[in-house]
């Protein structure tokens, strides 16, 4: 059983960056695929990036690559998602997940585990 809890979301102008962070719980964190998904009012819940369980490989959504950063630390049970150059469509909850295997990663029903969200909010 994993448990994640998100944070470091909030307001940020246009242009701005944000870390966040999602912190788990778990002896067999290191084992899991993280990803990062997030779900803006009214619409469906979006893949942003997802990491391997070594931290050696990565991939995003096209919306974010180039802007994006995922990243971990299993020492620290924490993976990281680095927001740069953050535009007023990339406001949503963003929600952090986690899966055993390196497939389907942009499917949000293949993730076994998620945390609650946090609010990101671009102003233009």
């Known amino acids: 059983q994993v448990q994640l809890v998100e944070a470091g979301g909030g307001l940020v102008p246009a242009g701005g960056s944000l870390r966040l962070s999602c912190a788990a719980s778990?002896?067999?964190?290191?084992?899991?695929?993280m990803g990062w998904f997030r779900q803006a009012p009214g619409k469906e819940r979006e893949f942003v990036a997802a990491?391997?369980?070594?931290?050696?490989?990565?991939y995003y959504a096209d919306s974010v690559k180039g802007r994006f950063t995922i990243s971990r630390d299993n020492a620290r049970n924490t993976v990281y998602l680095q927001m740069n150059s953050l535009k007023p469509e990339d406001t949503a909850v963003y929600y952090c997940?986690?899966?055993?295997?390196?497939?389907?990663?942009?499917?949000?029903?293949?993730?076994?585990?998620w945390g609650q969200g946090t609010q990101v909010t671009v102003s233009s």
């Open positions: 997940a986690a899966r055993q295997f390196w497939a389907a990663l942009t499917t949000p029903a293949e993730y076994a585990y």
């Open positions: 778990g002896p067999t964190f290191s084992s899991y695929v």
């Open positions: 990491i391997r369980w070594s931290g050696d490989s990565a």
